[in-house]
């Protein structure tokens, strides 16, 4: 079974801080997702990553695949009360199972104005 | 912006009963997913649909749940047999080379 773990799970900061959240595997994944989930709402894709050492960048967001393509960054550069919620990972093995994601348990960010 | 669409977004039962859940895919998508969510506890995957078939099930796949696209926009999740630990938020997605998922907002079942 592959397992996603992120951290941390929880984390509350003061707008114009910056964080990273983390999403490690002893599992390889060949592509590995962020999303964005609101309350009672589904999961919102921000970005894929394939490649080891990957690094992808979408406005103040910034995701690294690592080398070995277990494990995971986001960095969000200043950020916002605008992007508070709930961030996942999930990763895939790849071949014809492609959309069948193993998620992480989330990270709940909190920005503070 | 084309979007994943569920319905209902609740449905309350009674243990034993049948449900059907809904989802419209995106319309030039070929790769169909259910996955679900129990409070508190992460996302799961639950079956791919591609070509008409079932492409991967999980071991919550069990025999009380089956899928179908029955035209060519609907995409269903029946479960035969409500148990209570079937109460979850169920989503669906779809996806246009099976990489790259898109979710609907959900259906939030609870089995009573």
């Known amino acids: 079974t592959q397992l996603l773990e992120q951290s941390p799970q929880f984390l509350s900061i003061q707008e114009g801080e910056n964080l990273t959240v983390y999403c490690n595997s002893s599992?390889?994944?060949?592509?590995l997702q962020w999303y964005r989930q609101e309350p009672g709402e589904g999961p919102v894709l921000l970005v894929t990553?394939?490649?080891?050492?990957e690094v992808k960048k979408l406005k103040r967001l910034t995701f690294q695949f690592g080398d070995a393509r277990k494990d995971s960054s986001l960095h969000i550069t200043a950020a916002q009360p605008g992007d508070t919620g709930l961030y996942l990972c999930?990763?895939?093995?790849?071949?014809?199972?492609?959309?069948?994601?193993?998620f992480g348990q989330g990270t709940i960010l909190t920005v503070h104005p | 912006e084309p979007e994943v669409t569920q319905t209902p977004s609740h449905q309350v039962t009674q243990m034993g009963q049948e449900v059907i859940l809904r989802c419209v895919p995106i319309?030039?998508?070929?790769?169909f997913y259910w996955y679900r969510q129990i409070l508190g506890q992460k996302v799961e995957f639950l079956v791919s649909?591609?070509?008409?078939?079932?492409?991967?099930k999980s071991e919550i796949f069990d025999d009380q749940f089956s899928v179908e696209r029955p035209d060519g926009s609907n995409f269903t999740l029946k479960i035969r047999s409500t148990k209570l630990e079937d109460s979850a938020m169920y989503f669906c997605?779809?996806?246009?080379?099976?990489?790259?998922?898109?979710f609907g907002s959900g259906t939030q079942l609870s089995v009573l």
């Open positions: 999930a990763g895939a093995k790849g071949g014809t199972s492609y959309g069948k994601l193993t």
């Open positions: 649909f591609y070509n008409n078939e079932i492409s991967e």
């Open positions: 599992s390889v994944f060949s592509s």
């Open positions: 319309s030039n998508h070929l790769y």
């Open positions: 990553v394939v490649t080891g050492g």
């Open positions: 997605a779809s996806s246009e080379g099976g990489r790259d998922l898109f």
